[in-house]
């Protein structure tokens, strides 16, 4: 479906489901009742994510809602359950561990918080510890772990949370709405980092969206760009009690 179309129906749902008028929408927002409506009966476009923000926000609604492609009271938990005791070894030198055939030792990248909001710095050449999980099988030996910085995906993700990736060698075709990814992105000012978001995409455009609200949806234009900007997969959480 194309996207403008995805949006309005969307809303029409969420409205129709809590029995909210478009008179009623625009008093929560401060929008033109006449401007919803010739969004609402497909007349224009939506014109600006701030109208998307307004409409998030007066209904209490994750931006996923708009751009996943599950409905608001049935979307599954983004993330994989939390990891009850795994063992945490802190310090850049292995553990010595005993039956390490039985084991995986995950590295802890160093991570910290840049400039731009929402995007994590992470440096694979210093290592804080190290996460000791059962093998399951050998595609553990490549997963890497880092501490969650900032609120973007709040609550699902807190901040000093030990996020778990495993690397993400598929298509971006292929991203699943109710996952959460590793994302490299450029910010305006040329500034590359990684950020932790759900994904989806949507006629050659990749939209990332975040859990907490205040954080607006970027959108990266997959034909501008020459490489896969899907770094990684989340596949476990461990938060410290």
């Known amino acids: 479906m194309e996207i403008h179309n995805l949006l309005v129906e969307k809303v029409r749902k969420i409205l129709h489901d809590r029995n909210i008028t478009q008179d009623k929408l625009a ?20 014109n600006s994510i701030d109208t998307l923000q307004k409409i998030a926000e007066a209904l209490d609604l994750p931006y996923s809602y708009f751009f996943g492609e599950t409905d608001i009271d049935n979307k599954n938990e983004p993330i994989p359950a939390i990891l009850p005791e795994p063992t945490v070894h802190w310090g850049s030198a292995p553990p010595d561990a005993a039956n390490q055939q039985n084991f995986t030792f995950i590295p802890i990248f160093e991570s910290r918080a840049a400039a731009t909001p929402a995007i994590v710095e992470i440096s694979r050449d210093n290592v804080d510890g190290w996460v000791c999980i059962p093998k399951i099988n050998h595609t553990e030996d490549t997963w890497h772990a880092f501490k969650v910085r900032g609120d973007s995906m709040s609550p699902y993700l807190l901040e000093n949370d030990l996020a778990i990736i495993q690397p993400y060698t598929m298509s971006p075709d292929y991203l699943q709405p109710d996952k959460i990814y590793l994302v490299h992105i450029i910010d305006d000012n040329g500034n590359t980092g990684l950020m932790l978001k759900k994904a989806m995409i949507k006629d050659h455009y990749l939209f990332l969206t975040s859990e907490n609200s205040k954080y607006e949806p970027l959108i990266i234009d997959l034909r501008k760009i020459n490489h896969n900007p899907i770094k990684g997969i989340l596949r476990r959480v461990w938060r410290e009690a």
């Not at 008093?27 to 939506?46: A, C, E, P, W, Y």
């Open 27 to 46: 008093d929560m927002t401060g929008l033109q009742r006449q401007s919803i409506s010739r969004v609402l009966n497909k007349h224009v476009r939506f």
